[in-house]
């Protein structure tokens, strides 16, 4: 399975966009890109995932570059609510989802 | 929709006891996963079934863990005997496909085995 990189810590205010990063450089050209939150003492949370092409919803927005070697999460209006471990995952086989230490974002006041 | 239920939502028991978890699914998905999660090792997948038929149960730590779907809405996953090493939190999960990377996790039941 291909490996995901994402610093261990963040912080931005709240109400101004939260830019998560995340390396995947050994992707295969058939895994996705999935992101998932836990929220302190709460099960994993599934926010969105591409393949490609950038993709938003109602949660998030998800930049991947051209040549699929890193991505963006992007948050845009952060809120207190929004604090929690961040992980970005590559897919692997038969559903299996490796959650790696992820990014643990914390929104100011 | 409830979403994913499980039960006991915390529990405490002696080593050597055994120790059942519960879990229902939401309904009409036909895969369900079975995490732990420790500051030590983070969370991992210990067993997924899909259709009822275990798939995949690779993560289950040894003999004393094990694990059944009765039917689509039901699974349990016990440990007998316990040991303190097996405190964690266990969150229990389904998707909608038989391969899903899209999951939705129960609110987890957190174990202390003194």
């Known amino acids: 399975d291909a490996k995901t990189t994402q610093p261990p810590s963040m912080d931005c205010a709240e109400g101004r966009a939260a830019n998560l990063p995340c390396n995947h450089s050994?992707?295969?050209?058939?895994?996705?890109v999935y992101w998932y939150r836990q929220i302190h003492s709460q099960g994993p949370q599934y926010i969105i995932h591409g393949l490609k092409n950038n993709e938003t919803n109602e949660m998030a927005s998800l930049i991947i570059t051209e040549d699929r070697k890193s991505s963006t999460l992007i948050l845009p209006h952060a809120t207190l609510r929004d604090t929690a471990v961040y992980y970005c995952i590559v897919t692997g086989a038969n559903s299996k989802l490796t959650f790696g230490k992820g990014i643990t974002l914390s929104v100011r006041p | 929709d409830a979403g994913v239920i499980q039960s006991p939502r915390h529990e405490v028991t002696e080593m050597g006891q055994e120790v059942t978890l519960r879990c229902k699914p939401i309904s009409g998905h036909n895969s369900l996963f079975w995490y732990r999660q420790t500051m030590m090792r983070g969370l991992e997948l210990l067993i997924y079934f899909n259709n009822n038929v275990p798939i995949d149960d690779s993560g289950m730590p040894e003999d004393r863990f094990s694990a059944k779907m009765p039917n689509a809405s039901f699974s349990t996953l016990k440990i007998q005997p316990s040991e303190p090493r097996d405190s964690a939190v266990y969150f229990c999960?389904?998707?909608?496909?038989?391969?899903?990377?899209?999951?939705?996790f129960g609110p987890g039941t957190s174990l202390t085995v003194t």
């Open positions: 999960a389904s998707s909608a496909d038989r391969v899903s990377y899209e999951q939705y």
């Open positions: 050994t992707i295969s050209g058939n895994e996705y």
